[in-house]
């Protein structure tokens, strides 16, 4: 496949400076599809130009050009290299670029990705084209300030339903060679990496709302899987929050959202037509509300998106958090608002926040705003500051300014700024206007400095139990000293027949290095005194000796599910930062978690207990294992039949179960033997089951076989990789890793071999393939795209080698000269290997 064009800021600038682009009309040839690799595209673009008799470049990674006329003059072709873009001189006023190519079908995400469904064997396309892979579809200016109309017109077989940006304007079936060819409304104008392309016979069910066509779309072997009034009914709730607030309709005649097969992403904003992870998102099996809301998270994220991003498009990628800070923050905002998922703030808190906070204490951190040289730069800051950091941030701008003049700022900003492109700068004048308060200092210290704050109290109490001092210290990274001001709520807790009820809140401002808090002076001490109570700002949070003790008893008898994901935060963090036991962290999930009644909260937590065996002393981590393995046993049994909980807890008992007993009971499920009543042992449960037994070399590798042989699917495909990745045995470690590292295997594949390739009790199997990784980092990232690249630095990380060895190791390779992005994946994960090892030494000694 043809490599792509990395396009620096300068060149975008000085592009953006010489060019108007009017509009494109793209024509696809998409019926070879069975027969080749390739297919046909051709571009013309009408633009003028403010220099007469300049040049410019237009990318397009085709695997060759057939013919290209400027002004109807032969383009010189000699020179052309996919990487440079195709050179264009003798530039007219107004101008318009003809460009005939043959392109390649993707198995990577990116550019036009073809999968064969192993079902039915039909063929699914779907287009993926951030961060500029526009290019490898048809001739682009591809960069995000060079906005136009497009109208794309694409022939196919004709039983394939095709989906664009706009609705079809015309189909014109030729019956005598079985192809149809389907022409598009010219759209808005818009940026040419959130135009789409969807194609293949998907199965659509479709309804009108508010004057707006609703379109859902999936593989027909995924129909009855489909849930249509689950995705419509959110979906017409954030229409209708989105157009009471945000001042500007929506404004395209129809809105698609496509699930997508052996997608890379969670979701994709092109405008109009939305696609969605398949895997993640199009629920073959029972689930829990956990992932309900997700689902509906992320619906009103890519919905929020029309706006944040499509229809005021940041001018270059230094903005991208304008688009993902601003969308994240939208669609928790709009669940809690607009439908049932009113605890959305907790979920934040549990799920996207704490993901914020991992990622700004790597040493690759970054500031929320962040200049980006070129687009391949940009391609790893799709992280936890982009999203849940600047997301944050915007809730406590929010709550500084004041929801209505943070709306009234947002609504003169789209209006102002609607079908073209802005800068941060925009936005906020808007937002100071409408507020009446200065923000750039605000901005300054949040959005353009690194790194997060700890809170931690220093109290001091009287024999009498009463406090004679309590003071807040901020403690800031030696790398990122920037000391912020925090408006924090501080509660205090009382244990009282069972329950941690809140006394008092208080309201303070934290500056500096220390701030005493006067009014807690003389105050009995509570069993439970919680900074940032309400989540106000965002740091990170310690909590004092007596505190701690509270919490590892009796979070879950806090009422307000958010005061009990604040615990687990702190519990988290203080876990990583080796000052609180892996013990004493798997105590507070067999103590506490297993009566928590969030859904939500259990979900994530259940992970971090799982992730914390990881910093457990070797010695007594399977004794820490058991213990956490009875307690989800214990909760399985004690939910009610069929509940979320029931379901949620046998999946950790499952997954946390060593012994002879318990993987003869879980292998029992399998069969339908002592099934506990009301749990759905359906496909996603079986498969999470059996890759729990086949780690545990429970079973048989040809046991994967069978179960693949009942469920031939692509979701059993895909789960049957991560399963035989899991087996502990040397050949099927050498098989996964030959899978890994074929720059030719599918997306999917080398994900999921990934994902099961390194389980915690597998270091010795994985120690062999430490040195290969690290000399496959910089040849994959030469022979695969950017973002396959930088998801197999970090998915393919050997993460259970926590050694000092393998510190060793990486330090060595870290300290040879390579570019930044190359680095980024292997920096991190030494970061977190150097984590575990201090949170082991920490364990042994406690």
Request: net charge negative.
């Amino acid at each position: 496949m043809a490599a792509t064009h990395i396009l620096t800021r300068d060149e975008a600038q000085r592009r953006a400076e010489l060019l108007h682009v009017e509009s494109y009309t793209v024509e696809l040839d998409l019926t070879g599809h069975e027969q080749g690799d390739t297919f046909g595209s051709r571009t013309a673009v009408k633009f003028s130009c403010t220099e007469p008799g300049a040049e410019t470049f237009i990318e397009i990674a085709a695997e060759r050009i057939e013919d290209a006329y400027l002004n109807g003059e032969p383009v010189d072709l000699t020179a052309f290299d996919p990487k440079a873009g195709l050179k264009i001189t003798g530039l007219a006023a107004e101008n318009e670029l003809v460009v005939n190519a043959v392109c390649a079908y993707s198995t990577d995400g990116q550019g036009l990705h073809r999968m064969v469904d192993p079902v039915d064997k039909e063929t699914y396309l779907y287009s993926q084209f951030e961060v500029a892979d526009a290019q490898r579809v048809y001739a682009c200016f591809d960069q995000p300030d060079l906005k136009a109309a497009f109208t794309f017109q694409v022939r196919t077989p004709k039983h394939w339903t095709v989906i664009s940006n706009m609705p079809a304007e015309s189909e014109t079936v030729v019956d005598e060679v079985g192809l149809k060819v389907t022409l598009f409304e010219q759209s808005v104008r818009m940026s040419p990496y959130i135009t789409a392309i969807c194609a293949g016979p998907y199965y659509g069910v479709h309804e009108e709302h508010d004057g707006i066509g609703l379109g859902l779309y999936c593989r027909q072997s995924m129909k009855d899987y489909l849930d249509p009034e689950g995705v419509f009914e959110v979906t017409r709730q954030g229409f209708d929050h989105f157009h009471e607030h945000f001042g500007v309709r929506y404004p395209l005649p129809k809105y698609d959202q496509v699930f997508a097969p052996e997608y890379n992403f969670g979701a994709m904003e092109n405008f109009g037509c939305i696609t969605i992870a398949e895997a993640s998102f199009l629920f073959r099996s029972q689930v829990t509300d956990f992932e309900l809301e997700q689902r509906a998270n992320v619906i009103l994220h890519e919905m929020a998106h029309m706006w944040f991003g499509d229809l005021v498009t940041m001018r270059w990628w230094d903005d991208l958090w304008l688009n993902e800070s601003f969308a994240e923050w939208a669609s928790h905002w709009a669940n809690v608002e607009a439908t049932r998922f009113d605890g959305a703030w907790t979920t934040f808190l549990s799920a996207r926040k704490n993901w914020g906070y991992g990622a700004d204490q790597q040493p690759t951190t970054h500031p929320v705003y962040t200049a980006a040289g070129d687009t391949e730069e940009i391609q790893a800051n799709f992280d936890g500051i982009t999203y849940s950091k600047g997301a944050s941030i915007l809730k406590q701008l929010v709550a500084y300014v004041g929801i209505d003049p943070f709306l009234a700022g947002l609504r003169s900003y789209f209006q102002k700024h609607q079908f073209s492109n802005a800068v941060f700068q925009d936005l906020l004048g808007e937002l100071e206007a409408a507020s009446g308060k200065p923000l750039k200092d605000f901005a300054d210290t949040w959005l353009r400095t690194a790194g997060v704050s700890t809170l931690r109290p220093d109290v001091a109490v009287d024999a009498a139990g009463n406090y004679t001092s309590v003071t807040v210290l901020q403690e800031v990274p030696a790398e990122h000293p920037t000391h912020r001001t925090h408006r924090i709520a501080i509660g205090l807790y009382d244990l009282e027949g069972g329950a941690l009820v809140r006394r008092d809140r208080i309201e303070v401002d934290v500056t500096g290095e220390a701030t005493e808090i006067a009014a807690l002076a003389g105050v009995k001490q509570p069993d439970l005194l919680l900074l940032n109570d309400d989540d106000l700002t965002y740091a990170k949070l310690r909590l004092d000796e007596r505190s701690l003790a509270t919490a590892v008893e009796h979070t879950s008898a806090l009422e307000d599910s958010l005061a009990r994901a604040l615990i687990w935060a702190a519990a988290w963090d203080m876990l990583r930062d080796a000052e609180l036991s892996a013990t004493q962290f798997v105590a507070l999930g067999t103590k506490s978690l297993t009566t928590e009644t969030d859904i939500n909260i259990v979900t994530v937590a259940q992970r971090q207990v799982a992730g914390a065996l990881a910093y457990a002393d070797p010695a007594h981590r399977a004794a820490l294992r058991e213990s956490w393995a009875q307690a989800a046993k214990a909760a399985m049994e004690a939910a009610a039949p069929g509940s979320d909980p029931q379901r949620s807890w046998a999946k950790a008992y499952a997954s946390a179960s060593r012994s002879e007993a318990d993987l003869a009971r879980i292998a029992g499920w399998l069969e339908d033997r002592e099934v506990p009543e009301g749990l759905a042992v359906d496909a996603d449960l079986r498969w999470a089951l059996l890759t729990g037994l086949a780690g545990n070399g429970a079973v048989p590798e040809d046991a994967i076989d069978a179960e693949l042989d009942r469920d031939s699917t692509a979701d059993g495909q895909r789960l049957a990789i991560i399963a035989r990745a899991v087996v502990p045995d040397a050949e099927a470690k050498q098989r996964a890793w030959e899978r890994i590292t074929d720059p030719n295997s599918e997306n999917w594949v080398r994900r999921s071999s990934m994902l099961g390739f390194a389980p915690l009790d597998q270091a010795d199997l994985v120690r062999p393939y430490l040195r290969p990784y690290l000399e496959a980092v910089p040849e994959l990232w030469e022979k695969l795209g950017a973002q396959q690249a930088v998801e197999f630095s970090k998915l393919a990380f050997p993460s259970n080698l926590i050694e000092a060895a393998t510190l060793e190791a990486l330090d060595a390779w870290l300290a040879e000269d390579r570019p930044a992005p190359v680095k980024r994946g292997v920096a991190e994960g030494r970061a977190d290997v150097a984590r575990a090892l201090k949170g082991r030494e920490l364990d042994k000694s406690a």
